[in-house]
């Protein structure tokens, strides 16, 4: 029902940066959480980053906090993904995610199970 449609993608160079966006189809989109998840090649899909229906909370992953930062536009249904500091290890297929279930003021969760809806995913490539 809610197609979200990842962008941003590509390859940097380590400590370089990319925005990555994740558009919404639906306008329910402003009460859903979002997060941003991440898979390796061989890896398990894990939380990077997450944003609660309302904007006002965030939760990040530890080994992204200082670098990463989750932002919204509503106006936009855009949920964006600034990615600063670039390493090796943030090469991953990064994913949009909607949790349709949570209060828009609760805070985003790090659980794959939490969230619903998931885009097709953008690659992000950091060479060394």
Known sequence: QVQLVEA???LVQAGGSLRLSCVASART?????????RQAPGKERDFVAGISGNSISTRYADSVKGRFTISRDT???????????????????????????RAVNSNPLPLLGAYDYWGQGTQVTVSS
């Open 8 to 10: 941003g993608g590509g």
């Open 29 to 37: 989109f402003s009460t859903y959480a979002m997060g941003w998840f």
């Open 75 to 101: 106006a936009k249904n855009t949920v964006y993904l600034q990615m600063n500091s670039l390493k090796p290890e943030d090469t991953a297929v990064y994913y949009c995610a909607a949790d349709s279930y």
